[in-house]
């Protein structure tokens, strides 16, 4: 079988010092080949886990337009989904995974995929998934929020967390990896982490309820809330707050790859709710965060 062929976007680097790499694949269609770009953790990968962020570009939904959404939700089309989903584990070499999402609710729930039923099953209604199973492929669904991607090289097992500011000051991340320590035996002293892209802190504001919320949650608030010229307003530093997560749950520093993309100040290549919405949520695609052990194609 003929690989997709990989190139890098014009001026970007072969690898950033995060550890991320943008590659762009070409994909074969009934209307020619169409060039998709998706964001990988190469520190997972060289691991052996399939993992990719996608990016808006090169799929068929009208967000505005081409746009690769890979999320099931009423602002498209099912079949344009499907089709975007296929293009994306093509580009990822990994046509014959599940993919596997839940029902977000911005709330700390976790499940364990366990079987076949409840990975071809109706969405488990959580924001943070484990798994130990080959050829399932962990789905993170967002647009400005954190997508982390979690994987033990010990075990094979991985983890994809949904960040929003409501996970995070529930302490999700923690959660999450606590789950992993207490049910599946993993150490985090062998774990890898990526944090994809979401809103950046110079972008990510935030109001009174927030900021009271993260001050009760967190002794470090004044590390991830940054002070804004507005009264009452302040910029959370999502990533900083999961990043601090971690390495409470004893994840080695050099094990935490944090991509530098931002979804609003890289608009032109993800998703962003914040900056597109303008109140209908309907009208911005959803990108996924995805992570698993895949068996060679036949």
Request: proline share 5%; hydrophobic share 35%; aromatic share 6%.
């Amino acid at each position: 079988m003929q690989q997709p062929s990989e190139t890098l976007e014009p001026n970007d680097n072969p690898t950033i010092e995060t550890g991320f790499a943008l590659r762009t694949s070409s994909i074969e269609t009934p209307t020619g080949p169409v060039q998709v770009s998706i964001l990988v953790c190469e520190p997972l990968e060289k691991a052996g886990f399939v993992n990719g962020f996608s990016t808006r570009l090169g799929g068929v939904s009208p967000l505005p337009s081409n746009a690769l959404s890979l999320a099931f939700f009423k602002g498209d089309e099912k079949e344009n989904v499907i089709e975007n989903r296929r293009r994306f584990l093509k580009a990822l070499r990994a046509e014959n995974a599940q993919i596997v999402s839940a029902r977000q609710t911005h709330s700390v729930d976790r499940c364990t995929i366990e079987s076949t039923q409840q990975a071809t099953g109706p969405q488990p209604e959580c924001d943070a998934m484990i798994t130990k199973m080959t050829n399932v492929l962990l789905a993170v669904q967002t647009a400005d929020c954190l997508p982390i991607l979690i994987a033990d090289t010990n075990t094979g097992t991985v983890a994809g967390v949904h960040a929003g500011w409501r996970g995070t000051a529930g302490r999700i991340t923690e959660r999450t990896v606590a789950d992993l320590m207490l049910v599946h035996g993993v150490s985090p002293r062998n774990c890898i982490a990526a944090l994809g892209p979401a809103a950046c802190a110079d972008c990510y504001e935030v109001g009174e309820d927030v900021i009271s919320r993260y001050k009760a949650e967190f002794g470090y608030w004044r590390n991830i809330l940054l002070d804004s010229a507005q009264e009452g307003r302040a910029h959370l530093d999502i990533n900083g707050a999961n990043i601090q997560q971690l390495l409470f749950c004893g994840f080695a520093e050099e094990n935490i790859y944090v991509s530098e993309y931002c979804t609003m100040h890289q608009n032109d290549l993800f998703f962003s709710y914040r900056k597109e919405a303008k109140g209908q949520p309907s009208a911005v695609g959803r990108s996924l965060s995805v992570i698993g052990r895949v068996s060679p194609s036949i």
